[in-house]
């Protein structure tokens, strides 16, 4: 039973670029959801794909954006990085948008420069 | 907004010894209740549920029980192991997406 992926592992970039996340969710899984965890805190949500529509957003600025696939995986982009995205992304997969568990990839960890 | 509020870390414990991470939470309408533990490098594993009042959640030799009335869901185990050290989330749904809140965390670590 596949979990779930990201990638890639690891990813530097500097401020102003743009950068792209990958998610594949768990097998039998369709609800996608992203979070982002600075160093030393808990993870604070971004958003939630379902359908292939952002069903949900925390309180993350227009920069960060998402897709999904008819195959339920999901990609995370963010526009004109900051110092301050520098964090591990994660992505969450869950059956149905009201799912219980969430079930979280490895995770993505992005510096920014 | 809703909310997650987790013990102070970081905790040392010799091993064997007995542990309880406290955690409260803040929450609108019915949440379920959540702690998942993260190892070094790694992404967050569940470690165990409950999604009403009352419920225990039990897993590896964790316990957490849903106390309503103090809005708790303290995380307990009766002796730890060296592999036991990591960090300790707890967390609460929220929302028609039921998004997880997270509190702080709780770095754990257990000497032999």
């Known amino acids: 039973d596949a979990g779930v992926t990201q990638s890639p592992t690891h990813l530097i970039k500097t401020r102003g670029q743009q950068v792209t996340l990958r998610c594949s969710p768990k097998s039998g899984h369709d609800t996608v959801s992203w979070y982002q965890q600075a160093l030393g805190q808990g993870p604070q949500f971004i958003f939630q794909?379902?359908?292939?529509?952002?069903?949900q957003r925390g309180n993350f600025p227009d920069r960060f954006s998402g897709h999904q696939f008819p195959n339920y995986s999901s990609e995370l982009n963010v526009n004109a990085l900051l110092l301050g995205d520098s964090a591990l992304y994660l992505c969450?997969?869950?059956?149905?948008?009201?799912?219980?568990?969430?079930?979280f990839g490895p995770g993505t960890r992005l510096l920014v420069l | 907004g809703d909310s997650v509020t987790q013990m102070e870390g970081p905790v040392t414990l010799s091993e064997e010894a007995f542990l309880t991470i406290n955690c409260t939470y803040t929450?609108?309408?019915?949440?379920?209740l959540f702690w998942y533990v993260q190892y070094p490098g790694e992404g967050l594993q569940l470690l165990l549920k409950a999604t009403k009042a009352d419920d225990k959640g039990s897993n590896k030799g964790f316990e957490a029980t849903y106390r309503k009335e103090t809005t708790s869901f303290h995380l307990e185990k009766g002796s730890v192991q060296v592999s036991d050290s990591a960090v300790y989330f707890c967390a609460s749904t929220s929302g028609s997406a039921r998004q997880l809140t997270f509190g702080s965390g709780t770095q754990l670590t257990v000497l032999p």
């Open positions: 794909y379902y359908e292939e529509e952002e069903r």
């Open positions: 929450a609108t309408g019915y949440p379920s």
């Open positions: 969450a997969s869950s059956l149905g948008p009201g799912g219980e568990t969430q079930y």
